[in-house]
């Protein structure tokens, strides 16, 4: 039995050689023979024929391979920055990561997004400076650049030489090396008082035992990051960067006792259509025939359980703490889910949500009931792409992070479902922030409410990222729990569209008034259902009041903002000007060197896609642009509006006229001769 599991996540900006270097770790552990190749589509991890064929990740895949005594599961993730979401899924089952850069790109975008997102979490992380046999590679260069945009706690663990070579190849300093220790000494005294006092005498009393100690203890804090280089195309550096994850990551915990509790991060689908989740356990066992609970589903009976250990997955009886294995029999599942006990809160988003939509269109019409179910189960697999069904047009949109991602779902639909899908042009999702606070108040029997329900609720901003908080002011026992749970249900439901139709993310909604008709207060009177609150009451009620106190408070539509790097030549400059004042664009800071212009700014993320398509004709195809979101502004000028597809509470005749006329028609109590 394995002494220890690590759950290795590798992260990088795309293309930096993450599913590469994989093949290399797996090659290196004896698990495969031969090396696969990205470019002839025979890697382990980009088994998707979609990634084959792009030769890119989209999905996050499991591998896993035995070191002396340790299981490490290894997480090839996908760097495209529109397949985000996968990442920030594989993210919450890590006990460490290695974080790829390449030597010749350096720091990129996505790479300092990723590190954010691991110091966040406190996710230990070495780094990997990849492709040291390119021609352009560095090794300062980019040390520098990574103290300087990623963290300055980083320390080289050894020397690149014969960079931009075939032949290029990485050597681990060790205790012989005065500046080596030095550096260490340096670095860890941060956080270590003894090192500190040493480091403060100049003296190097320090064992370089305790300092390698130090490092991997700092290092399993997330507190300094190793520093490696190597060649995943040639091997260099990899046995170098096998040892530190085993010397310097820490372990999963193991505690196969505690209740059973594991996280749901990643689901697929096996040959026969049967849902396949992989979970990783945080505490006790899951054992075939359990009956667990994933999510705020039913409890569900687990029918197989297959465990990662050496290589790929085995049939297992059970799965502990520390481990990852494919559960069947979750039928209900969704990916992100808890498993058994929650255990751990469901962690909050660490990436920008995806700032793009676009309606997806059956190219045959008798298709759109099959499309709708084909979308629900990629949307198991990747609840953010919100698949929104418009009743009112009869039409089903998705959200997206950008083109690529909208690719993909086009050859999915087309090569797993057989279906035939168009898209319309993609469009911007605005959010839309409260301006101020508003109040509202419906009362029971007091015209022009016409349900049995009282409900008063006051609406406040809340900080950008923040979420949605539902808090009750008026006492608990003032009427039924559930009642209060319709309310708060319907308060979310409600606010995914705001006044012009875009959802509200950040607010606090205060209950402040409740009231309720029992079946006792009508004294001697028999239980009457029509003369009795429900949970529909509510229901419906709440639209009406939290519309209101929307309007009082007043909300402003917003707009996501992407923080875009330009590099050009240098004679480009007065064409880029003129374009990205087109683009409504806002340049931050611009600096030539030479004949090379690198410029930084903002860019409304509507425009993002025009400017990449302008680019090349303006640069000589020299233009290189990167872009990642950074926050939501104001719309300045004409303010977008998105039609509502549900009841529109913000009409209340036509609100109060579709809600009891459908409520008539299917005999439930709320109809309007009950209301009337
Ligand atoms: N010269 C050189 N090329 C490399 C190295 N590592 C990867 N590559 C090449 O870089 C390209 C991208 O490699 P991948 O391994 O697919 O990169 P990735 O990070 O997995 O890419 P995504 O998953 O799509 O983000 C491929 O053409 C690789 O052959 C390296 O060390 N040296
Ligand atoms: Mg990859």
């Not at 403060?200 to 035992?209: F, L």
């Not at 909604?509 to 207060?521: A, F, N, P, Q, R």
Request: some cysteine; charged content about 25%.
């Amino acid at each position: 039995m394995a002494r220890g599991t690590l759950n290795l996540g590798i992260l990088a900006h795309v293309d930096a050689g993450k599913t590469t270097l994989t093949e290399r770790l797996l090659y290196a552990a004896g698990v495969i023979d031969e090396v696969g190749s990205v470019d002839d589509g025979t890697t382990q991890t980009d088994s998707l024929a979609l990634e084959r064929q792009r030769g890119i990740t989209i999905k996050s895949a499991v591998v896993s391979f035995m070191v002396g005594d340790v299981t490490v599961n290894l997480i090839d993730t996908p760097g495209h920055p529109d397949f985000i979401a996968e990442v920030e899924r594989a993210l919450s089952v890590l006990d460490g990561a290695v974080l790829v850069l390449s030597a010749v790109e350096g720091v990129q975008p996505q790479t300092r997004i990723l590190m954010r997102a691991l110091q966040r979490l406190r996710v230990p992380a070495l780094l990997f400076v990849n492709k040291i046999d390119r021609r352009g590679a560095g090794d300062e260069r980019v040390l520098r650049d990574i103290s300087e945009r990623l963290t300055p706690a980083v320390v080289a663990m050894g020397s690149a030489h014969e960079l931009g070579a075939r032949t290029a190849g990485f050597t681990c300093w060790d205790g012989s090396d005065a500046a080596f220790t030095a550096r260490l000494t340096e670095v860890l005294a941060e956080h270590d008082e003894a090192i500190m006092a040493a480091y403060v005498r100049g003296e190097s009393q320090v064992s370089y035992r305790r300092l390698r100690e130090e490092l991997a203890a700092q290092t399993r804090q997330g507190r300094v990051h190793p520093v490696f280089f190597g060649s995943a195309l040639t091997g260099a550096g990899v046995d170098a960067l096998m040892s530190g994850v085993t010397e310097l990551l820490p372990r999963a915990g193991r505690n196969a006792e505690g209740p059973a509790s594991g996280r749901v991060f990643k689901i697929e689908r096996g040959p026969a259509g049967e849902k396949i989740a992989y979970v990783r356990m945080f505490s006790g066992t899951v054992r075939t025939r359990d009956r667990v609970r994933a999510g705020s589903g039913r409890e569900q009976k687990v029918t197989a359980v297959s465990v990662f250990a050496d290589g790929s997955d085995a049939p297992s009886g059970s799965v502990s703490a520390g481990q990852i294995a494919k559960l069947w029999g979750l039928a209900e599942v969704r990916v992100g889910d808890a498993v058994g006990s929650p255990g751990r809160q469901a962690e909050r988003h660490q990436f920008a949500p995806p700032t793009l939509e676009t309606v997806v269109v059956p190219r045959d019409p008798h298709d759109r009931g099959a499309l709708r179910a084909a979308l629900a189960e990629l949307a198991e697999q990747d609840p953010l792409i919100n698949v929104r069904q418009d009743d009112l047009r009869q039409e089903i949109s998705v959200s997206l992070f950008g083109e690529v991602q909208k690719e993909v779902i086009g050859a999915t639909l087309a090569g797993d479902f057989g279906l035939r899908v168009s898209f319309r042009e993609t469009t911007t999702i605005c959010i839309e922030r409260l301006a101020g606070s508003g109040s509202a108040v419906e009362r029971l029997h007091q015209a022009p409410n016409p349900f049995l329900a009282t409900i008063g609720l006051r609406v406040e901003p809340g900080a950008a990222g923040s979420g949605v908080a539902f808090r009750i002011e008026v006492e608990l026992g003032s009427m039924p729990l559930a009642f209060f749970r319709a309310v708060e249900d319907t308060v979310r439901e409600t606010l995914r569209q705001g006044l012009h139709g875009w959802a509200v993310p950040d607010c606090t909604v205060v209950m402040t008034h409740s009231g309720y008709l029992g079946k006792h207060s009508l004294g001697h009177q028999r239980f009457n259902k029509s003369m009795s609150s429900t949970g529909e009451d509510y229901r419906k009620l709440t639209p009406l009041v939290l519309t209101s106190a929307l309007r009082q408070a007043g909300t402003v539509v917003c707009e996501p903002i992407h923080r875009f790097r330009l590099d050009a030549p240098a004679e480009s400059l007065g064409p880029l000007l003129a374009l990205l004042a087109r683009l409504r664009a806002v340049p931050l800071a611009q600096v030539t060197h030479g004949a090379a212009l690198r410029m930084e700014g903002d860019i409304p993320a509507a425009r993002v896609h025009q400017l990449r398509a302008e680019l090349p004709a303006l640069t000589r195809g020299e233009g290189v642009l990167e872009c990642a979101f950074d926050r939501y502004e104001p719309v300045t000028g004409v303010v977008p509006a998105r039609p509502r597809t549900d009841h529109n509470p913000l009409n209340r005749e036509e609100y109060l006229q579709r809600v009891t006329r459908r409520a008539s028609l299917t005999g439930s109590p709320t109809g309007p001769s009950r209301a009337g």
